[in-house]
């Protein structure tokens, strides 16, 4: 006799039926009901009608109906709370019954139950069972408190649970320990800052010797735990690795995987020098190969992970080339990643061997293994210079097949090797012109169209070639219309007298007939550079071209590093930092490897990479000083991301539209002629922030001699708007660079940020956030980021600024601290602003109003400063200081001296009044300010010489 | 502080057969909605349809981690940074539990046993925490005849907390005996291309070693395994004849891994019955034990004609047995003829092979096989994979690497005295050979 039976019962008034039988006075008959109703829910029935008849099942000596009871009470808790209480008595029994199996059952159903009255109940039982003397409900007992955690922390911390299961570290049973462990680290996760843990070196000892003693289960809690330490020192960065190394022999995956991840993590500290580094890199290598006989799942996850080792140690698995080797049974997923790392590994000494098999899997029949096949060949053709000449003529062998992917890939390859190579392979050309018709995706029809452009003069029939593609150009895909355009282009510069018609036809077509903004915008510029400086175009479109990296797809360093930190999760799996795919985690403190030191200088590193210490948060010392709660608030805010829908920041119509496309070059000039343009204007105008990245990085500084024409620095008198300085260098910021400067702009004040992407993915979700400072500065707006933000890529961004957010007094006072926080992490740096952009329009004060305050604000207020080397008359630095909303009231002549009275309004209120005194001849100023809150002189001073002397 | 990756969470595991249903779940944790499941297939079938299907699907916050057993899906869903690692070694585990209760692990046998299944669920895993994982323990205490053993079941048996946890107290034995079986499965590929050498040549060659043991042993008793393993005589400083040098080597979490680390002894108190005690890789070359060299030439829209040579090399006293080694052919052939110089040839349509079976294939012997097909006068337009030929085969009383049980010490505090058996064999394990023709 099976349960099958109990799946099978559909009759009608069922429900009825199954309440009678369960109110049965026969105990089987009352189990057996009990197992339907159980298979009921199994299948997705509601059952929940009949929750008091089975609670009522509840108290028996029957194990497998109690059992049975409480799997249907998890079920159907949330949805009837208030009979759920019903079940408490029962349970509080329970976790006092002989049988431990009893007490067990009852603590671990009783943390499934997500209801808040019962789990007040849950509390005293849980206690007992914490100090339990069966090792089988301690270990229960200690997982029930996260379960707890999860529904009520602060209940948890309330009744000092965490303590006791702190207290289970030092456990004499190894599971109990194991399961305390997970338990923390669960907790600990959910609360960063909580210090959990407590990794410290006694405590570390007790990890490790419990690691020998638990189930491979365990094994993998602790080891995890273990990786978030950091040790204080060379030598117990050693030790530890020294009793974990031999969790590589585990025949559990995820405990040698674990382990790996201690190992590559604690490595990071031992002196490259040391034998034992060398040891522990040999030691490394076998487990990882072995972990490819594997269940292809686990296989996987291990071909991802070596795919990181290998990045950040290449020595270890360097001679391992052939496990590479895919096997005609992988599954695709394995074979893909094989390939990876088989690029990856490959080298002058194993370029042979690796080529033929590259060979043999571009003849598969798996569209997308034999695309990355292929592609796989001009990757090494790229890495090992030597093995060059070797892939162009198997890529050409491939080429031959004609079959329609396999050459469409090739093409495309084909096109980085001449990028890498240049004027080594053009014999090949004439081949691949061969194959133009069957070329039907736009990345090798870009790809060819590139190389017929870049080589127009050694081909023959090139103009004849690109008008081909000009005849469907409106349907093909903007990446081939970019590309044709510049490559009709090329072919102009370099035979003009037979391409002029071409040219003109491909400019119009671009210009005249597309939306595409980009593609209109290029067409713009191309056709300006060629109507008024040709030489200038020659230069700018055939400039050299960088050379293009062996690597492409490097991860970016920081990334890798925090990675290797996550050795066998889902982020190792997809290459992305927890943050980018686990909701919640924002803010989180990210991953770091410990620094390496030497034994002597051990006490200078706690402050890198204790992210696991859990104390001091990430948050570079350098860039901001720390000030205790300050910095606290300022690591707590919430950054909302970008919304799209956002105001506008309002920015000055076009100029400003102009300057975010056109980038640094341009900002000066703007006041300039472009005005005279109106084609290019409406074009700027419409054009989206990202057209820098499509064009060459050389067109985009050609364009600086461009608009030149204009002529000259026609600044209009305006307020002062100190240089762009670098706040946030890349180094600090995972890639990220910003620069930036503050200005107010018709009232309105405006933080103006350059961000630059200096790393190697791209940049998304950009959001901004200051902490409280002095005048209550705050974004207006969201930050304007619409598009992401590609390598090597460069946007100017206007942020208006309020000055009615929180107020904190800071030291400078003009120091402001910001948090940026983008798809890769967040970051923090502090800058100053120039406090006239705070100088209000309406700042000029009435004359009596002026000699009133003046008399009013006691003399203790007032300071002196002294401001050399300026040259200007005093009628010059009066209109000049006006610009910046400093605002001459009276004006006096006294013995050939001029004595200048100002007066000044800040957006809070304060009024600042001032003296100024010019004397002819003499560049020294004196002057005097006033104000009823000194503090702000000292910035007010730093204003009117900057002023003054720009 | 982060510590995301300690704690793992497949909220709750479940098995849906490709009807689309879900037969079983359970939720660990809670804080996955129990209808993210709706999305598992319908990502699975555009994955397939794309063929590039990927054990981790994500839809939204959820991700799946998956695997398939028969025509069973076992799906463990997280939405935080989970350990995989574990999570796959976990949905493996659970089969080979459930095998282990009912035999087969399909649809059937979990409806027929679904209080069993709830139960050991429960036992599995708790709160996303692998607990205890280990069949013969569990079955200690949860058994399928759940009312006749009430009595039994009233206690914990202390193996599950224990430090041993995969031995019970209290075993006993008529007659003390283990069986070690040492069993080499040999990895080849070979490449036999004209362009690169009429010879053939060895791409790439490894030896998989599993130690098996049965062990019929009373008590708690102490074991020492000896192998002629090279560090091991390196470190104590002897060296009697061959020695063999273990790549890598991955132990059943019975063996004292730090000692292993320290001295290179092997020691461990057993689990009852039959186990795996441990696993090695030998990556020195090996020559090929059966040599194949084969020449296939198709005659496009007539006819496709094989010609297999197959040759022992390996000693004369010992016999490869159930020799079987399987030639691809193109799917449109048809009317196959054979001729063989021993065995007996036959063709699988439904795998598209022509497979050789030899039942006993002495060493230094070479023996030939021709194979004809007729090909259909209108070609098939399908691109066809080039299939590599793959051979099987067993030789007993021998392994290649020539690794030997030196001695098993067996020590039990009662003092009886207990008798080692050990069986070598060598078998084929990934033995391929592609064939450029």
Not at chain 1, 387 to 405: F, G, H, M, P, W
Not at chain 2, 28 to 53: C, N, R, S, W
């Given at each position: 006799?099976?349960?099958?039976?109990?799946?099978?019962?559909?009759?009608?008034?069922?429900?009825?039926?199954?309440?009678?039988?369960l109110?049965?006075?026969?105990?089987?008959?009352k189990?057996?009901?009990v197992?339907?109703?159980?298979?009921?829910?199994?299948?997705?029935?509601?059952?929940?009608?009949?929750f008091p008849d089975v609670v009522n099942c509840m108290q028996t000596d029957n194990?497998?109906l109690k059992k049975l009871v409480y799997l249907y009470l998890?079920?159907?808790?949330?949805?009837?709370?208030?009979?759920a209480?019903m079940a408490v008595n029962t349970f509080?029994k329970d976790?006092?019954?002989?049988?431990?199996?009893i007490?067990?059952l009852a603590?671990?159903t009783?943390?499934?139950?997500?209801?808040?009255?019962?789990?007040?109940?849950?509390?005293?039982?849980?206690?007992?069972?914490?100090?339990?003397?069966?090792?089988?409900?301690?270990?229960?007992?200690?997982?029930?408190?996260?379960?707890?955690?999860?529904?009520?922390?602060?209940?948890?911390?309330?009744?000092?649970?965490?303590?006791?299961?702190?207290?289970?570290?030092?456990?004499?049973?190894?599971?109990?320990?194991?399961?305390?462990?997970?338990?923390?680290?669960?907790?600990?996760?959910?609360?960063?800052?909580?210090?959990?843990?407590?990794?410290?070196?006694?405590?570390?000892?007790?990890?490790?010797?419990?690691?020998?003693?638990?189930?491979?289960?365990?094994?993998?809690?602790?080891?995890?735990?273990?990786?978030?330490?950091?040790?204080?020192?060379?030598?117990?960065?050693?030790?530890?690795?020294?009793?974990?190394?031999?969790?590589?022999?585990?025949?559990?995956?995820?405990?040698?995987?674990?382990?790996?991840?201690?190992?590559?993590?604690?490595?990071?500290?031992?002196?490259?020098?040391?034998?034992?580094?060398?040891?522990?890199?040999?030691?490394?290598?076998?487990?990882?190969?072995?972990?490819?006989?594997?269940?292809?799942?686990?296989?996987?996850?291990?071909?991802?992970?070596?795919?990181?080792?290998?990045?950040?140690?290449?020595?270890?698995?360097?001679?391992?080339?052939?496990?590479?080797?895919?096997?005609?049974?992988?599954?695709?997923?394995?074979?893909?990643?094989?390939?990876?790392?088989?690029?990856?590994?490959?080298?002058?000494?194993?370029?042979?061997?690796?080529?033929?098999?590259?060979?043999?899997?571009?003849?598969?029949?798996?569209?997308?293994?034999?695309?990355?096949?292929?592609?796989?060949?001009?990757?090494?053709?790229?890495?090992?210079?030597?093995?060059?000449?070797?892939?162009?003529?198997?890529?050409?062998?491939?080429?031959?097949?004609?079959?329609?992917?396999?050459?469409?890939?090739?093409?495309?390859?084909?096109?980085?090797?001449?990028?890498?190579?240049?004027?080594?392979?053009?014999?090949?050309?004439?081949?691949?012109?061969?194959?133009?018709?069957?070329?039907?995706?736009?990345?090798?029809?870009?790809?060819?169209?590139?190389?017929?452009?870049?080589?127009?003069?050694?081909?023959?029939?090139?103009?004849?070639?690109?008008?081909?593609?000009?005849?469907?150009?409106?349907?093909?895909?903007?990446?081939?219309?970019?590309?044709?355009?510049?490559?009709?282009?090329?072919?102009?510069?370099?035979?003009?007298?037979?391409?002029?018609?071409?040219?003109?036809?491909?400019?119009?077509?671009?210009?005249?007939?597309?939306?595409?903004?980009?593609?209109?915008?290029?067409?713009?510029?191309?056709?300006?550079?060629?109507?008024?400086?040709?030489?200038?175009?020659?230069?700018?479109?055939?400039?050299?071209?960088?050379?293009?990296?062996?690597?492409?797809?490097?991860?970016?360093?920081?990334?890798?590093?925090?990675?290797?930190?996550?050795?066998?999760?889902?982020?190792?799996?997809?290459?992305?930092?927890?943050?980018?795919?686990?909701?919640?985690?924002?803010?989180?403190?990210?991953?770091?490897?410990?620094?390496?030191?030497?034994?002597?200088?051990?006490?200078?590193?706690?402050?890198?990479?204790?992210?696991?210490?859990?104390?001091?948060?990430?948050?570079?010392?350098?860039?901001?000083?720390?000030?205790?709660?300050?910095?606290?608030?300022?690591?707590?805010?919430?950054?909302?991301?970008?919304?799209?829908?956002?105001?506008?920041?309002?920015?000055?119509?076009?100029?400003?539209?102009?300057?975010?496309?056109?980038?640094?070059?341009?900002?000066?000039?703007?006041?300039?002629?472009?005005?005279?343009?109106?084609?290019?204007?409406?074009?700027?105008?419409?054009?989206?922030?990202?057209?820098?990245?499509?064009?060459?990085?050389?067109?985009?500084?050609?364009?600086?001699?461009?608009?030149?024409?204009?002529?000259?620095?026609?600044?209009?008198?305006?307020?002062?708007?100190?240089?762009?300085?670098?706040?946030?260098?890349?180094?600090?910021?995972?890639?990220?660079?910003?620069?930036?400067?503050?200005?107010?702009?018709?009232?309105?004040?405006?933080?103006?940020?350059?961000?630059?992407?200096?790393?190697?993915?791209?940049?998304?979700?950009?959001?901004?956030?200051?902490?409280?400072?002095?005048?209550?500065?705050?974004?207006?707006?969201?930050?304007?980021?619409?598009?992401?933000?590609?390598?090597?890529?460069?946007?100017?961004?206007?942020?208006?600024?309020?000055?009615?957010?929180?107020?904190?007094?800071?030291?400078?006072?003009?120091?402001?601290?910001?948090?940026?926080?983008?798809?890769?992490?967040?970051?923090?740096?502090?800058?100053?602003?120039?406090?006239?952009?705070?100088?209000?329009?309406?700042?000029?004060?009435?004359?009596?109003?002026?000699?009133?305050?003046?008399?009013?604000?006691?003399?203790?207020?007032?300071?002196?400063?002294?401001?050399?080397?300026?040259?200007?008359?005093?009628?010059?630095?009066?209109?000049?200081?006006?610009?910046?909303?400093?605002?001459?009231?009276?004006?006096?002549?006294?013995?050939?001296?001029?004595?200048?009275?100002?007066?000044?309004?800040?957006?809070?209120?304060?009024?600042?009044?001032?003296?100024?005194?010019?004397?002819?001849?003499?560049?020294?100023?004196?002057?005097?300010?006033?104000?009823?809150?000194?503090?702000?002189?000292?910035?007010?001073?730093?204003?009117?010489?900057?002023?003054?002397?720009? | 502080?982060?510590?995301?990756?300690?704690?793992?969470?497949?909220?709750?595991?479940?098995?849906?057969?490709?009807?689309?249903?879900?037969?079983?779940?359970?939720?660990?944790?809670?804080?996955?909605?129990?209808?993210?499941?709706?999305?598992?297939?319908?990502?699975?079938?555009?994955?397939?349809?794309?063929?590039?299907?990927?054990?981790?699907?994500?839809?939204?916050?959820?991700?799946?981690?998956?695997?398939?057993?028969?025509?069973?899906?076992?799906?463990?869903?997280?939405?935080?940074?989970?350990?995989?690692?574990?999570?796959?070694?976990?949905?493996?585990?659970?089969?080979?539990?459930?095998?282990?209760?009912?035999?087969?692990?399909?649809?059937?046998?979990?409806?027929?046993?679904?209080?069993?299944?709830?139960?050991?669920?429960?036992?599995?895993?708790?709160?996303?925490?692998?607990?205890?994982?280990?069949?013969?323990?569990?079955?200690?205490?949860?058994?399928?005849?759940?009312?006749?053993?009430?009595?039994?079941?009233?206690?914990?048996?202390?193996?599950?907390?224990?430090?041993?946890?995969?031995?019970?107290?209290?075993?006993?034995?008529?007659?003390?005996?283990?069986?070690?079986?040492?069993?080499?499965?040999?990895?080849?590929?070979?490449?036999?291309?004209?362009?690169?050498?009429?010879?053939?040549?060895?791409?790439?060659?490894?030896?998989?070693?599993?130690?098996?043991?049965?062990?019929?042993?009373?008590?708690?008793?102490?074991?020492?395994?000896?192998?002629?393993?090279?560090?091991?005589?390196?470190?104590?400083?002897?060296?009697?004849?061959?020695?063999?040098?273990?790549?890598?080597?991955?132990?059943?979490?019975?063996?004292?891994?730090?000692?292993?680390?320290?001295?290179?002894?092997?020691?461990?108190?057993?689990?009852?019955?039959?186990?795996?005690?441990?696993?090695?890789?030998?990556?020195?070359?090996?020559?090929?034990?059966?040599?194949?060299?084969?020449?296939?030439?198709?005659?496009?829209?007539?006819?496709?004609?094989?010609?297999?040579?197959?040759?022992?090399?390996?000693?004369?006293?010992?016999?490869?047995?159930?020799?079987?080694?399987?030639?691809?052919?193109?799917?449109?052939?048809?009317?196959?003829?054979?001729?063989?110089?021993?065995?007996?040839?036959?063709?699988?349509?439904?795998?598209?092979?022509?497979?050789?079976?030899?039942?006993?294939?002495?060493?230094?012997?070479?023996?030939?096989?021709?194979?004809?097909?007729?090909?259909?006068?209108?070609?098939?337009?399908?691109?066809?994979?080039?299939?590599?030929?793959?051979?099987?085969?067993?030789?007993?009383?021998?392994?290649?690497?020539?690794?030997?049980?030196?001695?098993?010490?067996?020590?039990?505090?009662?003092?009886?005295?207990?008798?080692?058996?050990?069986?070598?064999?060598?078998?084929?394990?990934?033995?391929?050979?592609?064939?450029?023709?």
């Amino acid at each position: 006799m099976t349960d099958s039976k109990y799946f099978t019962t559909t009759k009608k008034g069922e429900i009825f039926e199954l309440k009678a039988e369960l109110n049965s006075d026969k105990k089987e008959k009352k189990k057996e009901a009990v197992k339907k109703v159980i298979a009921s829910m199994t299948v997705g029935k509601d059952v929940s009608a009949l929750f008091p008849d089975v609670v009522n099942c509840m108290q028996t000596d029957n194990l497998e109906l109690k059992k049975l009871v409480y799997l249907y009470l998890m079920n159907y808790a949330k949805s009837q709370p208030d009979m759920a209480i019903m079940a408490v008595n029962t349970f509080v029994k329970d976790c006092e019954d002989p049988n431990p199996l009893i007490r067990a059952l009852a603590v671990r159903t009783m943390g499934c139950i997500r209801v808040d009255k019962i789990t007040e109940y849950l509390c005293e039982p849980l206690r007992k069972c914490l100090k339990d003397e069966d090792p089988y409900v301690r270990k229960t007992a200690a997982v029930c408190v996260a379960k707890l955690h999860d529904i009520n922390a602060q209940l948890v911390e309330d009744q000092g649970f965490l303590d006791t299961l702190k207290d289970l570290i030092s456990d004499s049973n190894p599971m109990v320990v194991a399961n305390a462990v997970a338990a923390l680290s669960e907790i600990a996760e959910s609360h960063p800052n909580s210090n959990l843990l407590d990794l410290n070196p006694q405590s570390i000892n007790k990890l490790l010797t419990a690691l020998n003693e638990c189930t491979e289960w365990g094994q993998i809690f602790i080891l995890d735990c273990l990786a978030n330490y950091t040790p204080r020192d060379d030598r117990e960065s050693q030790s530890i690795c020294e009793r974990v190394t031999p969790r590589l022999s585990h025949a559990n995956s995820a405990v040698v995987l674990s382990a790996v991840k201690v190992l590559m993590k604690f490595m990071e500290m031992l002196p490259k020098d040391l034998d034992y580094y060398g040891t522990l890199l040999k030691k490394l290598a076998p487990p990882l190969v072995t972990l490819l006989s594997a269940e292809p799942e686990l296989q996987y996850v291990a071909l991802r992970n070596i795919n990181l080792i290998v990045q950040k140690r290449p020595e270890i698995l360097k001679h391992e080339m052939k496990v590479f080797f895919v096997k005609y049974n992988d599954p695709i997923y394995v074979k893909l990643e094989k390939l990876d790392i088989m690029i990856r590994l490959a080298s002058q000494a194993n370029i042979a061997q690796v080529l033929a098999e590259l060979k043999e899997y571009a003849t598969e029949v798996d569209v997308d293994f034999v695309r990355k096949a292929v592609r796989a060949i001009g990757r090494c053709a790229i890495k090992v210079e030597q093995s060059a000449e070797r892939c162009v003529s198997t890529l050409l062998d491939l080429i031959q097949t004609k079959v329609n992917y396999v050459v469409q890939e090739a093409i495309v390859v084909i096109k980085d090797i001449f990028r890498k190579y240049p004027n080594k392979y053009e014999s090949v050309i004439a081949t691949l012109c061969e194959n133009l018709d069957s070329l039907d995706e736009p990345e090798a029809r870009a790809a060819m169209i590139w190389i017929v452009g870049e080589y127009a003069e050694r081909i023959d029939n090139a103009d004849e070639l690109l008008e081909s593609f000009l005849e469907g150009f409106h349907d093909e895909s903007t990446q081939v219309q970019l590309q044709l355009l510049t490559a009709i282009v090329k072919l102009f510069l370099k035979k003009p007298t037979e391409t002029q018609e071409l040219v003109q036809q491909v400019l119009s077509l671009a210009t005249q007939d597309s939306d595409n903004p980009d593609l209109r915008d290029r067409g713009y510029i191309y056709w300006r550079l060629l109507s008024t400086d040709p030489v200038a175009a020659k230069e700018v479109v055939l400039a050299e071209k960088p050379l293009i990296s062996e690597e492409t797809d490097l991860i970016e360093p920081t990334l890798l590093e925090e990675l290797i930190c996550h050795i066998g999760t889902l982020a190792s799996v997809y290459h992305k930092p927890p943050s980018a795919f686990v909701e919640g985690s924002r803010g989180v403190m990210h991953k770091r490897l410990p620094a390496r030191t030497g034994s002597g200088e051990g006490t200078e590193c706690p402050d890198v990479g204790n992210a696991a210490g859990g104390s001091a948060p990430e948050a570079a010392p350098s860039i901001i000083p720390s000030q205790g709660d300050l910095l606290g608030d300022l690591l707590n805010l919430d950054l909302a991301p970008p919304t799209t829908t956002g105001p506008t920041p309002s920015t000055s119509g076009m100029q400003m539209g102009g300057m975010d496309l056109l980038g640094g070059g341009l900002e000066s000039l703007l006041g300039g002629d472009i005005g005279g343009s109106p084609a290019m204007g409406a074009g700027f105008g419409a054009a989206p922030a990202v057209m820098p990245a499509s064009l060459n990085a050389p067109v985009g500084g050609g364009l600086g001699d461009l608009f030149d024409l204009g002529g000259g620095v026609g600044m209009p008198m305006g307020a002062y708007i100190p240089p762009k300085t670098v706040w946030l260098p890349a180094m600090k910021a995972k890639g990220l660079e910003i620069s930036g400067t503050f200005a107010r702009r018709a009232g309105v004040i405006q933080m103006e940020l350059v961000l630059t992407n200096k790393a190697m993915s791209v940049m998304t979700d950009f959001a901004i956030q200051f902490n409280r400072n002095s005048f209550g500065l705050a974004p207006a707006g969201p930050l304007q980021v619409l598009t992401p933000l590609g390598p090597n890529q460069t946007i100017e961004v206007s942020l208006p600024l309020s000055t009615v957010g929180p107020v904190m007094k800071m030291d400078p006072l003009n120091n402001l601290q910001v948090a940026v926080k983008n798809n890769i992490d967040v970051f923090y740096f502090s800058c100053q602003y120039p406090i006239s952009m705070l100088f209000v329009e309406d700042g000029k004060m009435e004359r009596q109003v002026f000699l009133a305050t003046w008399k009013d604000i006691p003399n203790d207020n007032e300071s002196q400063f002294q401001i050399q080397d300026c040259h200007l008359n005093s009628e010059a630095a009066s209109n000049k200081l006006q610009g910046s909303n400093i605002f001459t009231i009276a004006k006096r002549t006294v013995e050939g001296q001029d004595m200048l009275y100002m007066s000044i309004k800040l957006s809070n209120g304060i009024w600042v009044l001032a003296e100024l005194k010019v004397q002819a001849g003499n560049p020294n100023y004196t002057i005097s300010l006033k104000c009823r809150a000194p503090e702000v002189s000292q910035c007010v001073f730093q204003c009117y010489e900057a002023v003054l002397k720009n | 502080m982060s510590t995301s990756s300690v704690t793992f969470d497949p909220y709750w595991l479940l098995f849906s057969p490709l009807t689309l249903q879900v037969l079983i779940c359970r939720n660990y944790k809670g804080d996955v909605d129990m209808a993210e499941i709706d999305h598992f297939l319908p990502l699975l079938m555009t994955q397939e349809e794309e063929g590039l299907t990927c054990p981790i699907m994500s839809h939204g916050n959820v991700h799946f981690l998956w695997i398939k057993h028969t025509n069973l899906y076992l799906v463990a869903t997280t939405n935080k940074n989970s350990n995989a690692s574990l999570v796959y070694a976990f949905l493996y585990k659970v089969v080979e539990v459930f095998t282990e209760y009912f035999t087969e692990l399909e649809e059937e046998s979990i409806q027929d046993n679904f209080v069993v299944v709830y139960e050991l669920l429960d036992e599995l895993m708790d709160f996303g925490f692998p607990q205890t994982t280990d069949s013969k323990i569990l079955q200690e205490y949860i058994t399928q005849e759940g009312t006749k053993l009430e009595v039994a079941k009233t206690k914990v048996p202390t193996t599950v907390t224990n430090a041993v946890s995969w031995r019970s107290e209290g075993i006993k034995y008529k007659k003390n005996e283990v069986f070690i079986d040492v069993i080499e499965s040999i990895n080849l590929l070979l490449l036999f291309s004209p362009a690169v050498n009429a010879n053939g040549s060895v791409m790439s060659s490894d030896i998989v070693g599993t130690v098996k043991l049965k062990t019929m042993l009373s008590g708690m008793p102490e074991l020492r395994l000896g192998l002629n393993d090279r560090a091991l005589f390196a470190l104590t400083g002897r060296d009697k004849g061959k020695t063999v040098t273990m790549e890598d080597v991955k132990f059943h979490q019975c063996v004292r891994l730090s000692r292993f680390e320290s001295d290179r002894t092997i020691s461990f108190i057993p689990p009852d019955g039959e186990s795996e005690l441990m696993s090695y890789r030998i990556n020195t070359h090996v020559k090929p034990l059966i040599w194949i060299e084969s020449v296939i030439e198709k005659f496009s829209h007539s006819r496709v004609e094989i010609m297999v040579k197959a040759k022992g090399q390996f000693k004369k006293q010992s016999v490869a047995n159930n020799v079987e080694v399987r030639v691809p052919v193109p799917s449109d052939a048809d009317s196959p003829k054979f001729k063989t110089s021993t065995g007996h040839a036959k063709y699988v349509p439904e795998k598209n092979l022509a497979v050789w079976t030899i039942k006993s294939f002495p060493g230094g012997k070479e023996f030939l096989m021709r194979a004809s097909f007729g090909l259909p006068s209108v070609e098939n337009d399908e691109m066809e994979g080039k299939p590599p030929i793959t051979v099987n085969f067993e030789i007993p009383y021998f392994t290649v690497s020539g690794i030997q049980v030196r001695y098993m010490k067996i020590i039990e505090k009662s003092g009886y005295q207990a008798l080692p058996w050990v069986r070598y064999i060598t078998q084929s394990g990934d033995y391929q050979l592609r064939s450029n023709f």
